[in-house]
C-alpha cells in the first residue's frame, strides 16, 4: 500500500495556475492507477482527474481543458496542472491510488487546500 502527500494548494485569484503535487511512498508506484478527487465545503467528494498506470488520462467535464494529470514514475509522483482557474474550483484537493487491477480507490492523501478569489 503506498502513502501518499499532497503539496502544492494555496490561494490563487480567478484565471491563475497552481501545481499541485502528491509524493507516494512505496516501490510499486507504478503499478498504480493515480486520481485526483475535490471536495468543497458542504459537497461531496467528486472525481477530477486520473492517470492510469499505462499514462492514459480522464478528467471530469468540469476541468476539461484547463486541468492535466500526469505522473513520474522515477519520483514515485503524479501532477495536477491547474489553469484558468475559477472560484468553483476551490475545495480541497485529495490524491488517491488504486492498484490496476482494481475498481476501489485504497490509498488517500491527507488534502491540500485551493482557494480561488475574484
Known amino acids: 500500500q503506498v502513502q501518499l502527500v499532497e503539496s502544492g494548494g494555496g490561494l490563487v485569484q480567478a484565471g491563475g495556475s497552481l501545481r499541485l503535487s502528491c509524493a507516494a511512498s512505496?516501490?510499486?508506484?507504478?503499478?498504480?492507477?493515480m486520481g485526483w478527487f475535490r471536495q468543497a465545503p458542504g459537497k461531496e467528494r467528486e472525481f477530477v482527474a486520473a492517470i492510469r498506470s499505462d499514462g492514459h488520462t480522464y478528467y471530469a467535464d468540469s476541468v476539461k481543458g484547463r486541468f492535466s494529470i500526469s505522473r513520474d514514475n522515477a519520483k514515485n509522483t503524479v501532477y495536477l496542472q491547474m489553469n484558468s482557474l475559477k472560484r468553483e474550483d476551490t475545495a480541497v484537493y485529495y490524491c488517491a491510488g488504486r492498484r490496476d487491477y482494481s475498481n476501489t480507490y485504497t490509498a488517500w492523501g491527507q488534502g491540500t487546500q485551493v482557494t480561488v478569489s475574484s
Open positions: 512505496g516501490r510499486t508506484f507504478s503499478n498504480y492507477d
